[in-house]
């Protein structure tokens, strides 16, 4: 038997030792891919897991930033106050008719009530209304201010409080047993009571306006037919109900009682025509001898509504102003108790005119966290009251204050007695004196 050669057994041994080495190479590398893959995934759970705990710590961030937002701080020379009591943002605000008070709701299911004499104090205390089970979205002073009424948000109908005062000179607030019934197929948008006591009016965002007794029994219903309304009042005469849409005209119905006082009947009484678009809103002065009005086509109007429209009299257009904002956003308007000063609210922002010149004196910018919900002045038209979030804010109404001195100086050139002139300097002193303390005394 012959042995290989030696070359040939050296070959055969280098050739099998360098498949052993290919094999253990590769073993190794699969042994050191799967460490690093059982080594790494715990690093990426715990990534994945602190994305998740990053999203929910966010999420919570959020809950926690929705339920309490950070309050909108705004300044002004001219601010008076700022009423702080609300939990929720303020939908409506009406002042009582004796001038002491003002009521505000909100959606935090109350209606404060704040004193009037308490504004220009540190402190603005208010005394709380509980609404059970629902919050007011509009609420309206009783003339005799012993009561007021409110919509509910989710009852959509009309509820009543009485108001008792205490020994402490507090009230306590008791919701009558029954609500009024469901009349409106549409959101309601506003409420109002006459000051004769005689009759309540509600509006719908349709073409319905109804006239309700004080037991909650409908005594007519007026279909607009402007195809939707924006507003409607009744004049603080109580004679008219008065209401504006997609029309651009304001229409004016007389409301009319017997010498008994028993309801009659509901007729159309004149229109505010010369607007060329829809009219977002519209106001009457104290006496309702005057109204304004603002729409869609850029213009505020000021009326002389005080004519003998039986005999097809006409009211008479004093003054058209510009105001470009009404173009493009919905506007809201509120008319100083003697018609010389027009506030009008767009967004979160205030303007005010002089209506005997018919320019713009006052801005104030970005007063509310949220778009100003109502606009109003007080009875005695020294401040102008606006809401839109959880404050009321107040400023001094020096347009007002301006407007009384031109008015004195010209009556003085035409004073044909000592005892009138000696008035008028009066309340001139009185209106520059309140002008210089407000720092808004123009030389």
Not at 149 to 155: D, K, Q, R, S, Y
Not at 406 to 429: G, N, W
Request: include cysteine; charged fraction near 25%.
């Amino acid at each position: 038997m012959e042995l290989p050669q030696m070359p040939e057994l050296m070959g055969l041994s280098l050739l099998v030792g360098l498949l052993a080495l290919m094999a253990t190479a590769a073993v190794a590398r699969g042994w050191l891919r799967a460490e690093e893959e059982r080594s790494s995934r715990p690093v990426r759970q715990k990534v994945n897991g602190s994305k998740k705990s990053g999203t929910k710590k966010q999420k919570q961030h959020q809950r926690i930033r929705k339920e309490k937002p950070q309050p909108h701080n705004f300044t002004h020379r001219l601010l008076a106050a700022a009423l702080k009591s609300h939990n929720g943002n303020i939908s409506c605000m009406d002042f009582s008719s004796n001038g002491k008070y003002l009521a505000t709701c909100a959606d935090d299911r109350t209606v404060r009530i704040w004193s009037t004499k308490d504004f220009l104090q540190r402190e603005h205390r208010s005394m709380r209304a509980n609404v059970e089970l629902d919050h007011a979205t509009l609420v309206r002073f009783s003339p005799d201010c012993r009561a007021f009424v409110v919509w509910l948000a989710n009852g959509d109908t009309l509820r009543v409080f009485k108001m008792t005062k205490r020994e402490d000179g507090g009230f306590t607030f008791t919701a009558t047993p029954d609500d009024f019934p469901k009349k409106h197929k549409a959101p309601v948008i506003n409420i109002g009571i006459a000051d004769t006591g005689k009759f309540i009016m509600t509006v719908s965002s349709d073409t319905m306006v109804l006239i309700w007794n004080l037991k909650g029994q409908v005594l007519s219903t007026i279909n607009t037919n402007q195809m939707n309304n924006t507003y409607a009042t009744i004049s603080p005469c109580s004679r008219f109900v008065a209401s504006c849409g997609f029309t651009p005209d304001v229409k004016v119905w007389e409301v009319c009682f017997g010498k008994k006082g028993d309801f009659q009947e509901v007729v159309r009484a004149f229109e505010l025509k010369g607007h060329a678009a829809a009219v977002h809103f519209f106001a009457f002065s104290n006496d309702s001898r005057r109204m304004a009005s603002v729409s869609k086509d850029g213009t505020w109007k000021l009326w002389d509504t005080d004519v003998e429209y039986k005999k097809q009299q006409d009211p008479y257009l004093l003054r058209t102003g510009r105001f470009e904002e009404a173009s493009t956003m919905p506007c809201r308007l509120a008319l100083s108790p003697d018609t010389h000063v027009l506030a009008l609210a767009s967004g979160t922002s205030i303007h005010l005119f002089n209506t005997r010149r018919g320019e713009k004196e006052e801005y104030f910018e970005q007063v509310h966290g949220e778009c100003i919900t109502d606009l109003s002045f007080d009875i005695t038209g020294r401040f102008l009251a606006s809401c839109g979030d959880r404050a009321v804010r107040l400023f001094h109404n020096t347009p007002g204050h301006r407007a009384v001195v031109e008015e004195m100086r010209d009556l003085l050139k035409r004073a044909s007695s000592e005892s009138t002139r000696q008035r008028l300097q009066q309340q001139l002193a009185q209106a520059q004196e309140a002008l210089k303390s407000l720092g808004a005394l123009k030389k």
